[in-house]
């Protein structure tokens, strides 16, 4: 530094100081002289209240403008002692006894005001009483209201108990007294204005006896000696500092020059600060471009750069995602990352104390002990280490830098940031695996919205294939009562009735498609559910493809729909059919598999537990590995004619009954599908049995039926008459309500069929109210959107589905025709009368 500069700096820094020096003489004069006059205006304001009170009891002051004012000035003079209290404990606990004071006084003036006003105000009115009382012609009347004022008159004087015991037996003499009507009103003004006063008077005389009480200047005095106690150190305090400033100033002096120094180590630090922050943002501009491809040559690009502004050989960044661990690294030319290190430097670095910023940062590392975390570090080559973790939760991500030839790195006390560095990385690598996962979703949105369409499509198209199935179950039950039981048009019946309730349950799936509940599950044979399968795969495949059935296992259960597991055997046999160009067949399997431990199985991991193998292969021309890739994508198909949802079905349904698909197949070597399905446990599974029990049959009770198409209404009451009841159909609901009101006992039950649009539970609910004993059945092909509570409200006391079966719908009616048996006969005993 030039001299000059130097000695004209410190001659204005000491003419600084014997400036402050001078100035300093009376430290806090004012601010105490304020506090006297502050305290001397709340004694002298205390006074002037007591005084106004006093005037204002003896009736000389008509109005209280005087004591607010005094009340004014008692709180400014407290304010203002408050304000130049400071923060003196001393001083502010003696100012908190005046305001405690203050308050106690303030609060008795204001019960003087407010009751002072009252004994004015009653003293006026009991005069007026008394003066009228006075004329009156009943003498009792007279002597009595004098004696009360003259009582009145002692208690004004003298509040005692005494003396207010007197004032109460005369109040009590007045009211017992007759008074003439004429003077009726006046007595009762004159006893309720004396009962006021002789509760007013000693209650004013009490808080004149504790206002005067309060009015002691032992508070004032202790302020006061509190305020001369301070002002007394505040001057002996200031010849004290003055010299205290010199010496200071003089050591300050010394400080500048000192610091002066630093100032210069200072803004290298800082130069090399801005260094390291334009390297900071010359990474972020990397990253806002950086792709999902591009992402780890920019990591090692800026990796490069940092290692370079501390001196280390190596630099790498390691994070944990899920199971497998990433990792970014980049060394100088000859020097190689040892074998496993930043792995082994991830699970390493939390056995250092990191501190709340989880920076580890040795300079040069020193080895101690054998099975020391330093010594692990000298182990992998490693002299001097810095490793940022990450700051909060668990520390499964770091930002290593090694130096491996120069023994240390370069000191720099700033490494926290180094942090801006780590989180850049570490955003830059999730950015881009998020950029990677939304492209992803994007697709798979794309492919929800393709397979919404078909749903909605499918959902549009069920209800009229439903009344297909109706008319086919319908007429094939009344087909199969003309024919001898056992023959061969008896078993074509069976297949077709067994054929149209798994079509009638592939509704009840479509119509569901769309809702995402959880369908109705049960036990299913395997065995059995091949068999019927066998049966409906027989008129479908093409002539030169033959099915058959090898090995199976008998007691083979699962737990599922058993029209989706049908809809998996069906497409995979009709995938395989119709890729066979050549006469062949088609061999289907069945077997238990015990996994002892997780196994992946196709695209799932399975296990443990028991499952069931289904195995559907074929002799075609097989798949090559890009294929095997597609095949269970929605719409992918090799074949023209080919919609691509048959596997895209099969791995659905699947993975709903959580099980999974296994694929085998090359080219022109063949195909084999496994399907592993949980195994449920054996019981003897039960055959479907479609004809109606005797014992469930009619007695001639009379059905009500409710069907807005006249053909199917008719199909209906053919059932109902084959099952022994008499049934009375109806396409109008005004037309139904009408016969019940016209024969109340005459229907047993009520049958209302499904209805497009659904107004079906608004039909019932109209039944109901009209005839609320009848039993009502609702026919609905699928029951997962009915809430209870809508059922309930509507009458509903059965459920069956629509299309009718009879051996279901026969079922139905014998439970609800038992269960109100009293009701009916209640209703016809009704009707009787």
């Not at 120069?406 to 006390?413: E, F, N, P, Q, V």
């Not at 497009?756 to 609320?772: I, K, N």
Request: glycine share 8%; with cysteine; charged share 25%.
């Amino acid at each position: 530094m030039k001299p000059v500069p130097t000695v004209a700096s410190f001659a204005i820094v000491l003419a600084l100081l014997t400036w402050l020096l001078l100035n300093g003489l009376n430290v806090n004069s004012a601010r105490y002289d304020s506090q006297l006059e502050a305290l001397g205006d709340f004694t002298r304001s205390e006074r002037g209240m007591t005084r106004e009170v006093l005037t204002a009891r003896t009736g000389l002051s008509r109005n209280y403008d005087g004591l607010v004012r005094m009340v004014n000035a008692y709180d400014d003079a407290l304010a203002r002692l408050r304000e130049t209290a400071d923060l003196d404990v001393e001083q502010t606990r003696a100012i908190d006894v005046l305001t405690a004071r203050a308050g106690r006084q303030e609060n008795l003036i204001e019960r003087f005001k407010s009751r002072n006003a009252l004994l004015q105000n009653s003293f006026a009115y009991f005069s007026l009483s008394s003066d009228k009382l006075a004329a009156s012609d009943d003498r009792r009347l007279v002597t009595a209201a004098s004696a009360l004022a003259a009582a009145m008159l002692r208690l004004t004087l003298d509040t005692s108990n005494a003396t207010a015991r007197q004032v109460q037996d005369r109040l009590e003499e007045l009211a017992q007294l007759q008074a003439p009507p004429a003077e009726a009103d006046t007595v009762r003004a004159l006893l309720t204005h004396g009962q006021m006063l002789h509760e007013l008077l000693p209650d004013i005389d009490t808080i004149l006896k504790t206002l005067i009480a309060e009015s002691s200047n032992r508070e004032q005095d202790a302020m006061l000696a509190v305020i001369l106690k301070r002002q007394l150190a505040a001057r002996a305090s200031a010849r004290k500092t003055r010299l205290l400033q010199y010496i200071t100033s003089l050591s300050l002096l010394c400080g500048l020059i000192y610091f002066g120094s630093l100032l210069r180590k200072r803004a290298v630090t800082l130069r090399r600060r801005a260094a390291f922050e334009h390297v900071i943002a010359n990474i972020s501009m990397l990253f806002i471009n950086s792709s999902n491809e591009r992402i780890a040559a920019d990591v090692e690009m800026a990796l490069h750069q940092l290692a370079g502004c501390i001196g280390a050989d190596r630099a790498y960044f390691a994070c944990v995602v899920g199971t497998t661990t990433h990792t970014y690294w980049w060394s100088r030319d000859g020097i190689e990352l040892e074998q496993g290190w930043p792995e082994r430097a991830l699970s390493l670095a939390p056995r250092f104390d990191g501190g709340e910023d989880g920076i580890v940062y040795i300079p040069k590392v020193n080895a101690s002990h054998p099975h020391d975390a330093m010594d692990l570090l000298a182990e992998a080559g490693v002299s001097g280490w810095l490793c940022i973790m990450a700051a909060y939760g668990s520390r499964d991500g770091i930002l290593g830098f090694d130096a491996v030839r120069g023994g240390a790195l370069t000191y720099w006390s700033e490494v926290s940031l180094f942090r801006m560095a780590f989180d850049a990385i570490g955003n830059a690598i999730r950015r881009a695996r998020l950029e990677g996962d939304k492209q992803r979703l994007q697709a798979s949105l794309q492919q929800a919205r393709r397979m919404e369409t078909i749903g909605t499509f499918a959902s549009g198209i069920a209800h009229n294939f439903n009344n297909i199935v109706g008319a086919i179950l319908g007429h094939a039950e009344m087909a199969d009562a003309r024919v001898p039981s056992g023959s061969r048009p008896a078993a074509n019946l069976a297949e077709i009735r067994r054929a149209g309730e798994r079509a009638r349950e592939l509704v009840e799936q479509i119509l569901s498609f769309g809702r995402r509940g959880e369908g109705r599950r049960e036990r299913v044979c395997v065995k059995t559910l091949v068999d019927e399968t066998r049966a409906l795969l027989a008129a479908s495949l093409p002539s030169h493809v033959k099915f058959e059935v090898g090995e199976t296992t008998e007691t083979a259960v699962v737990t599922g729909e058993p029209g989706q597991l049908q809809q998996v055997i069906l497409n995979l046999c009709n995938n395989a059919a119709q890729a066979m160009k050549e006469p062949g067949r088609i061999e289907l399997s069945i077997k238990s598999r015990d996994l002892a431990r997780p196994r992946s199985i196709g695209r799932s991991e399975l296990g443990p537990g028991r499952f069931v193998v289904i195995s559907v292969a074929d002799p075609g021309p097989g798949m090559d590995e890009a294929t095997l890739e597609r095949i269970f994508e929605p719409f992918f198909t090799t074949r023209p004619d080919g919609n691509g949802l048959g596997l895209a079905t099969v791995n659905e349904i699947v993975e709903q009954h959580g099980g999974a698909v296994a694929v085998q197949s090359k080219p022109d070597a063949g195909t084999r599908f496994d399907i592993w399905l949980p195994a449920g446990e054996h019981d003897e599974p039960q055959s479907a049995h479609y004809g109606s029990d005797p014992a469930l049959r009619g007695a001639g009770e009379t059905v009500l039926v409710i069907d807005t198409d006249r053909h199917r209404l008719l199909r209906y009451e053919e059932i109902l008459a084959a099952l022994g009841y008499e049934p009375v159909g109806f396409t109008r609901l005004a037309e139904a309500i009408a016969a019940c009101r016209a024969g109340y006992a005459r229907f047993d039950a009520a049958l209302v069929c499904h209805l497009p649009g659904g107004s079906s539970l608004d039909l019932a609910a109209a039944l109901h109210d009209a005839v609320p004993a009848l039993p009502i059945i609702l026919a609905a092909p699928s029951t997962r959107d009915l809430a209870m509570p809508s059922l309930k409200t509507s009458g509903i006391t059965e459920l069956v589905h629509h299309p009718l079966v009879a051996a279901e719908l026969a079922g139905v009616l014998a439970r609800s025709l038992v269960s109100s048996a009293t009701g009916r006969r209640l209703r016809r005993t009704a009707g009787a009368s």
